[in-house]
């Protein structure tokens, strides 16, 4: 009986450590929720989208690219003015929030006018995680799901 208990509690300290190990490697787990682009009034639009990260490592948006416009940016808001950035952090178990009144992603010259309905596919990249494709569903100008 001893014997047995013994073999049982070093297989636990053996899984244990196992499990440390993979932790400690550590790599971001990303999932895009809640992406929206309101219509847009000139050819300029704009995007919003939360990345949750569930992972155990920090990653960063990069880029965005879409079929839609060679000039996809993203932005900052400070107050009222708005800046580009090079990346946006993903913190490890947290999200990224992209949303009206704050950071945003930016169409600049679309090539044609996304209409209420319509679905806009984008790609966000990221530092460490492989791209992710999303498809933005187009909602009224006004459209602001904090307010609903
Ligand atoms: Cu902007």
Known sequence: MT???????????LTGL?????STEGSPELKVVGAFMPQPVSD????????????????????VTSPISDHVTIHETKGRAMRMVASFEVPAQGELDLERGGNHIMFDELKRQPKKGQKISVQLHFEKSGP???ELPVEETTYNPAKQ
């Open 3 to 13: 014997g047995r208990a013994t073999l049982a509690g070093g297989l636990a300290l």
């Open 18 to 22: 196992t499990l440390a190990g993979c």
């Open 44 to 63: 300029i639009a704009a995007a919003f989208l939360v990345v949750e990260n569930a992972g155990s490592a920090t990653d960063r948006l990069t880029a």
């Open 132 to 134: 992710i494709t999303v």
